[in-house]
């Protein structure tokens, strides 16, 4: 086993998991967690290292120390850094700065290996504004299109957003002077798809979110259900199949709705492991 490279990680605590099994096996045989937690300056709490890898939230001063402990340099630190910042944001804002940093960070350039993906997806401004055009086109009346959103968006803001969609060759501007959407695909590279549609979706479930807590007056029907339920693997198997076929229904009732489109919703499925597979 080779020592693993953390660049090639978008998760600080799998880095880290990957960094103990090397460390443990190759460098240090018989390391145990516990031990990490001592020299972490916890002597008395020997699960500490173990509760980071099942999502403890880590302080200022304990990822100074994680990067002490696994010694990266300082290039490295400051992607880890990032990598902590971008799992542990509590808004919108913080997440995607951290983002940007861990794009910038990294050693392998992650921006043209995924090419227009990855600048499409960054913003979700984007996409709102590219499934608004294909309701509502404009010509340079940049408010009213913004007025139609009920997210946050300002005129400068959609003006900007069409000129990177103009650029990307996904809107276009027509003998008429009204902006529209193009006939253009967009596909994620696989060096970044996994990364740059984790942000996208934890940006849309913030809207989600936004949209529970803050619901203004007037607002248009909406409909979100929640379950918590116990399942066997297999249960759970069968659930995850028939969400790939109700998403794929989903976009087909979408793309072959015979009444034209007035109007742009965010429809989401999810499921999400609350406890672990081992048995207590």
């Known amino acids: 086993m080779?020592?693993?490279?953390?660049y090639e990680f978008h998760d600080f605590r799998a880095w880290l998991a990957a960094?103990?099994?090397?460390?443990?096996?190759?460098?240090?045989?018989g390391l145990s967690k516990s031990e990490v937690s001592r020299r972490l300056g916890l002597p008395r709490t020997r699960s500490y290292f173990t509760d980071i890898l099942r999502g403890k939230g880590?302080?200022?001063v304990f990822v100074e120390r994680l990067v002490d402990l696994t010694e990266l340099n300082r290039s490295e630190a400051k992607y880890f850094r990032a990598l902590v910042r971008f799992s542990q944001?509590?808004?919108?804002?913080?997440?995607?700065?951290?983002?940007?940093?861990?794009?910038?960070l990294n050693r392998v350039p992650w921006a043209k290996v995924a090419g227009d993906s990855w600048e499409y997806y960054k913003d979700w401004r984007n996409q709102l504004v590219r499934a608004l055009l294909a309701i509502h086109p404009i010509s340079d009346d940049w408010d009213a299109l913004a007025r139609r959103s009920l997210l946050p968006i300002s005129a400068v803001e959609v003006k900007r957003t069409l000129a990177t969609l103009e650029r990307l060759g996904m809107v276009e501007r027509g003998p008429d002077k009204f902006w529209r959407v193009a006939q253009a695909t967009l596909?994620?590279?696989?060096?970044?798809?996994?990364?740059?549609?984790?942000?996208?979706?934890?940006?849309?479930?913030?809207?989600?979110?936004?949209d529970l807590l803050h619901p203004p007056e007037g607002r248009p029907v909406r409909k979100v259900t929640t379950s918590v339920i116990s399942i066997s693997g297999s249960g759970l198997d069968r659930i995850l199949a028939r969400m790939d076929r109700l998403r794929a229904e989903i976009r087909s009732l979408a793309h072959r709705d015979p009444d034209p489109a007035d109007r742009v919703y965010l429809v989401a499925l999810a499921a999400v492991p609350l406890t672990t597979t081992e048995s207590p």
Do not use: N
């Open 89 to 104: 944001a509590t808004d919108r804002r913080e997440r995607e700065e951290a983002f940007d940093d861990i794009v910038a």
């Open 58 to 60: 880590v302080s200022a």
């Open 2 to 6: 080779s020592e693993p490279v953390i």
């Open 19 to 29: 960094w103990y099994s090397w460390r443990s096996t190759e460098a240090e045989p």
């Open 187 to 210: 596909s994620t590279g696989t060096a970044m798809k996994e990364q740059i549609l984790r942000q996208a979706q934890m940006v849309q479930l913030e809207h989600i979110r936004d």
